[in-house]
């Protein structure tokens, strides 16, 4: 019972991994999205030339 605090470090350090890691994908997929926007936004405007 004495390593107690170094699981409780490691479990603290992996769930602070995985949540920096789910933003950083919400962040990449918010970027995406706003590209794919602006190419379907560009295709509209130059097939109605």
Do not use: C, H, P
């Amino acid at each position: 019972m004495k390593n107690l605090g170094f699981l409780f470090a490691a479990n603290l350090a992996i769930w602070g991994g995985i949540v920096f890691y789910i933003f950083t994908l919400m962040k990449r997929n918010r970027a995406l999205r706003r590209d794919l926007d602006l190419i379907q936004e560009t295709v509209k405007k130059e097939s109605g030339k």
